[in-house]
C-alpha cells in the first residue's frame, strides 16, 4: 500500500502563491505517475498536473499553464505543485494521487489518494 499525505494548503489573496507538498510512504510500490487533481464545490474532480515516473515528463491543464509547476525529489518521496499568480477559480480542495500502471490519466485511473488539502483563493 502507498499512502499519500498532502499538506501547503491554505487561504491566500488573488495573485498570491502556494506550495503544496505530497509525501509518499509505505510498502514499495511502483506507481507510473503522480500528479495533483482538485474538486470545488459542485464540480466534478479535475486532473491538474501529473508527472512520470520514467522519464519525468509533466502535464498541465489549460487553465494553469504557466502558473502552475510541478516537481518531485525522488530522495524525499515528495511530489511538489507550486501555484502562482493564484486566482479565485483555483479554489479547491487538491488532492495527491498517484497510478501503478499507464501514462498520466484521469481521476478513474488513480490507484492510491491522500485526504486532500483546501486551497481558498480569496481577498
Known amino acids: 500500500q502507498l499512502q499519500l499525505v498532502e499538506s501547503g494548503g491554505g487561504l491566500v489573496q488573488p495573485g498570491g502563491s502556494l506550495r503544496l507538498s505530497c509525501a509518499a510512504s509505505?510498502?514499495?510500490?511502483?506507481?507510473?505517475?503522480i500528479g495533483w487533481f482538485r474538486q470545488a464545490p459542485g464540480k466534478e474532480r479535475e486532473g491538474v498536473s501529473c508527472i512520470a515516473s520514467i522519464d519525468g515528463t509533466t502535464f498541465y491543464i489549460e487553465s494553469v499553464k504557466g502558473r502552475f509547476t510541478i516537481s518531485r525529489n525522488n530522495a524525499k518521496n515528495t511530489v511538489y505543485l507550486q501555484m502562482n499568480s493564484l486566482k479565485p477559480e483555483d479554489t479547491a480542495v487538491y488532492y495527491c494521487a498517484a497510478q501503478t500502471h499507464g501514462p498520466c490519466s484521469g481521476p478513474e485511473r488513480q490507484n492510491y489518494w491522500g485526504q486532500g488539502t483546501q486551497v481558498t483563493v480569496s481577498s
Open positions: 509505505g510498502s514499495a510500490v511502483d506507481y507510473s505517475a
